[in-house]
């Protein structure tokens, strides 16, 4: 049997708690080695991965790795929330009882671990010193070496998080179990992998695979379902699949903190990052502070909105990621950056990295290529000459630190004020650009009915979305009305509201299907007009569906539209608006306890579309 003990002592993690904790799952696990991880032990662990083949080098400070062919993505089917309350279960938590899903996990992971070293890693899922520093500690022990590295870029990792806490036992239990992924018959009717988030006992049990969605614990599970969860139970705060951004006007000093959900591939991390178009540079400046996760609650002090991103760093798909579409996250990975890549294509002979849309065409000279498989491009069969080089769903992942835009005071454990929630859908011809949203249960109710429309037969009927509750469907953790009700509440407490939009950057002319919009820097504009509208410069449009800017309002300098195309960018378009209205009804009924104000909201919306039309 293994000297936990030791290894504790000589790492100097005096927790209890923690020491208990560590010690009942190097047992169960059969791990031969416990090893307690600092931050500062990245540059030993990155030698000690790339001399075990684990990564390769990728150019100065890079690395890469692949994951196991059939490991390359979340796991929505494979992912569980557990608790002991029945009560707990929703439409999208896929709610199972606690104890089973216990027993289950423990049964797989008994002796998984055997011959392999656990690394037990304490974090903090928030700057130090916030106010919700209480629900942002963890200890995640899992089994592989590179989830460690991925660890200490997305979290911040030190012993000192749990030997400094105020409630020694307030911490989460995040156990990673790699399992042998050549045998968990991954999308089989045999799938042997589990996610499971045990929400009412703040513990993570995932096995079965090593790829950072499912793996890296202190982001999705905890920094999402768990946090969520421990929001609504603590009835303090909200844990959202939220970006973060500040905008200032240099000329006024105003700083505008805007956050917001979109489904993925809707454009959430290129909006995050993204710097002001040019000719609008030398007035406003945009300050990055979170890609993917925002914790919200209300501070006593102002009665305001604030928000922190409970990460460290960035997990971002790689596909078409370059100047044009990110020229910040092209920075944060450059070399030198210490930034690990996932699943694009590689270079033997160059330690280059490429994935589709990094440039228009790949690299003309295949020598040394190789896929995200590992299969060298030169090689490939006919059949698969025109296979993506890189997986759709390849990484980088980088911290926070290196995005040149990072904001002065992203550390700043109060968080930023919010003064705007977005939400951003993915809708070819009904929504506008821009809508604003002043009334609360109307923002919650936008929020609610947030989806991206169905691109192929698989995922649904063309023109209806796939609904996505605040971006927050894969990540629920508990019933969407409470959901909703504990929304109401806790934005309903603050005495100076945030104001709510939906904007939409992929609208397109029904006759030739060109966007309207170009998107990216531009999209900046729209949240100009937002923020001018907040503090009452601009009046807008009103609509039966929210405040729409008028032509004049928005700032175009710089842009060539075509009269038309901006036109219809901001018409509100009654009749898809009241089909819409039918499948909203239908999405909110599968909800129980839906509070009656996102009803009435609702029927509001409907009345006056049907007052228009
Ligand atoms: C996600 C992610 O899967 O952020 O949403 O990685
Ligand atoms: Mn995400």
Request: aromatic content about 8%; hydrophobic content about 40%; charged content about 25%.
């Given at each position: 049997?293994?000297?936990?003990?030791?290894?504790?002592?000589?790492?100097?993690?005096?927790?209890?708690?923690?020491?208990?904790?560590?010690?009942?799952?190097?047992?169960?696990?059969?791990?031969?080695?416990?090893?307690?991880?600092?931050?500062?032990?990245?540059?030993?662990l990155l030698r000690e991965a790339v001399e075990a083949g684990e990564l390769l080098p990728a150019g100065e400070g890079r690395y890469y790795s692949r994951s196991y062919v059939k490991d390359t993505a979340r796991s929505e089917e494979r992912t569980i929330v557990a608790t002991n309350d029945p009560a707990d279960a929703g439409v999208y938590n896929n709610w199972r009882p606690a104890a089973e899903m216990k027993a289950l996990l423990e049964e797989r992971m008994r002796g998984a671990s055997a011959g392999k070293t656990m690394y037990v890693v304490p974090y903090l899922m928030a700057p130090p010193g916030s106010p919700l520093e209480a629900y942002a500690a963890g200890v995640e022990v899992t089994d592989a070496r590179?989830?460690?590295?991925?660890?200490?870029?997305?979290?911040?990792?030190?012993?000192?998080?749990?030997?400094?806490?105020?409630?020694?036992?307030?911490?989460?239990?995040?156990?990673?179990?790699?399992?042998?992924?050549?045998?968990?018959?991954?999308?089989?009717?045999?799938?042997?992998?589990?996610?499971?988030?045990?929400?009412?006992?703040?513990?993570?049990?995932?096995?079965?695979?090593?790829?950072?969605?499912?793996?890296?614990?202190?982001?999705?599970?905890?920094?999402?379902?768990?946090?969520?969860y421990d929001g609504w139970a603590s009835g303090e705060f909200l844990a959202e699949q939220f970006l973060l951004l500040g905008i200032t006007d240099k000329q006024t000093g105003r700083t505008y903190h805007v956050c917001g959900g979109m489904p993925s591939a809707s454009g959430k991390t290129n909006l995050a990052m993204t710097l002001a178009p040019d000719v609008l540079g030398d007035r406003y400046r945009v300050d990055f502070y979170g890609d993917d996760i925002a914790w919200l609650r209300v501070d006593p002090e102002d009665g305001r909105v604030y928000a922190i991103n409970p990460e460290f760093g960035v997990f971002g798909v790689a596909k078409d990621t370059n100047e044009q579409t990110n020229p910040t996250a092209v920075a944060a990975i450059a070399e030198g950056t210490g930034a690990i890549f996932t699943n694009v294509a590689y270079n033997d002979d160059t330690a280059e990295v490429w994935w589709e849309g990094k440039t228009p065409e790949p690299p003309a000279d295949v020598t040394g290529w190789r896929d995200w498989k590992g299969e060298l491009i030169a090689e490939r069969p006919d059949a698969e000459r025109n296979a993506p080089w890189a997986h759709p769903n390849s990484r980088f992942t980088t911290t926070l630190a290196r995005i040149p835009n990072i904001a002065a005071d992203y550390e700043n454990p109060r968080g930023v004020p919010v003064d705007a929630i977005i939400f951003g859908g993915r809708t070819r011809d009904r929504e506008p650009l821009v809508r604003a949203i002043t009334d609360l249960a109307e923002g919650v109710y936008d929020g609610l009915t947030l989806g991206a429309e169905a691109t192929f037969a698989a995922e649904g009927t063309e023109g209806?979305?796939?609904?996505?509750?605040?971006?927050?469907?894969?990540?629920?953790?508990?019933?969407?009305?409470?959901?909703?009700?504990?929304?109401?509440?806790?934005?309903?407490?603050?005495t100076e509201r945030p104001v709510f939009a939906h904007v939409n950057w992929f609208q397109r002319?029904?006759?030739d299907g060109h966007f309207l919009w170009p998107g990216y820097r531009d999209n900046l504009r729209a949240l100009l007009w937002l923020a001018r509208l907040k503090d009452g410069e601009v009046t807008g449009r009103p609509t039966p569906v929210g405040i729409v800017p008028t032509e004049e309002e928005l700032d175009l300098r710089g842009m060539d539209l075509p009269p038309g195309d901006l036109e219809r960018l901001l018409t509100i378009d009654t009749e898809r608006w009241r089909q819409e209205m039918a499948h909203r009804e239908e999405h909110l009924s599968a909800f129980a306890d839906l509070p009656e104000e996102i009803w009435e909201a609702h029927r509001r919306v409907a009345a006056a579309l049907d007052a228009e039309a």
């Open positions: 049997m293994i000297d936990v003990d030791s290894a504790l002592d000589e790492a100097g993690l005096n927790n209890t708690h923690v020491r208990d904790y560590v010690r009942h799952w190097a047992e169960l696990t059969g791990a031969e080695r416990i090893e307690v991880i600092n931050a500062e032990d990245d540059a030993r590179p989830v460690v590295l991925h660890m200490i870029r997305m979290a911040r990792v030190a012993v000192k998080y749990v030997n400094e806490l105020a409630d020694q036992n307030s911490f989460v239990r995040a156990v990673h179990v790699t399992g042998d992924l050549e045998n968990l018959g991954q999308g089989t009717p045999d799938d042997q992998r589990y996610f499971v988030t045990v929400a009412d006992e703040r513990t993570i049990l995932h096995y079965g695979s090593s790829y950072g969605g499912n793996a890296l614990l202190g982001k999705i599970a905890h920094g999402l379902r768990q946090a969520a209806v979305l796939r609904y996505d509750p605040m971006s927050m469907r894969p990540f629920m953790s508990y019933p969407e009305g409470a959901y909703a009700a504990h929304w109401l509440k806790v934005i309903g407490a603050a002319d029904p006759e």
